[in-house]
C-alpha cells in the first residue's frame, strides 16, 4: 500500500472513491436523482456512484476523445445509465434539483468561469473539487456561500492534491 501509495493517479482515484460516496450518501439523505458531471476524466468517479440510486448521470464533454472513453467504459461495467453530451450544446439554467459535480482538475477555467452562474446553485446541489485556493477564488468572484467541505489530507498525498478540498456551495 505504501508503495503504490506515492502515485498521483492511485492517489487521485482514492479521492475520487470518496468523493463518490459523499455525493451518494448526500443524494440519499436529500431525495436527489439526477447527476451532473463536467469533463470527469474516465468517467471514474461516476461508477463509484450508487448503481441503483441515479435515475440519470450526465457527463458533459469538451474533448471529443473523453467521450469516446466515457462510452468504451460504461460499455465495459453495464452502466447504461451514465449519457455523455457535448460540453458547447449545454444550457445550465434549465438544469434544476440535480446534483452538479465540478472538477477543477479538469475542466478548462473558462469553461467553468461561464457554467457557474449566480443562480445555478439555488436550483441544485452543486459541488466543487479542486484546489483551495481556486475554489476560494470562484466563491469570491461568483459569490457563492460555502455550506460544507471537506479537505483531503494525508501525508502520502502529493502536493497539488494535498491543497484540495470537495465543498458544496450556494
Do not use: P
Request: one cysteine or more; glycine letters at 2%; a positive charge.
Amino acid at each position: 500500500e505504501t508503495n503504490s501509495s506515492y502515485n498521483r493517479l492511485v492517489q487521485y482515484c482514492n479521492i475520487k472513491e470518496k468523493i463518490a460516496n459523499i455525493i451518494t450518501g448526500f443524494a440519499i439523505e436529500n431525495n436527489v436523482s439526477n447527476y451532473i458531471s463536467f469533463d470527469s476524466s474516465e468517467i471514474n468517479l461516476e461508477l463509484y456512484l450508487g448503481k441503483d440510486l441515479f435515475d440519470d448521470i450526465k457527463i458533459y464533454y469538451s474533448i471529443e476523445k473523453k467521450l469516446k472513453m466515457a462510452a468504451e467504459i460504461s460499455n465495459l461495467v453495464n452502466r447504461e445509465e451514465i449519457n455523455t453530451y457535448d460540453f458547447s450544446k449545454i444550457n445550465i439554467l434549465k438544469i434544476k434539483k440535480n446534483i452538479i459535480f465540478f472538477n477543477l482538475f479538469e475542466i478548462k477555467k473558462k469553461h467553468y468561469i461561464k457554467l457557474i452562474k449566480d443562480n445555478i446553485s439555488k436550483k441544485n446541489c452543486v459541488f466543487i473539487f479542486g484546489s483551495r485556493k481556486e475554489i476560494d477564488l470562484l466563491k469570491k468572484k461568483k459569490n457563492l456561500k460555502e455550506i460544507q467541505s471537506i479537505s483531503f489530507d494525508n501525508r502520502f498525498l502529493s502536493k497539488n492534491l494535498k491543497k484540495s478540498k470537495l465543498c458544496l456551495v450556494q
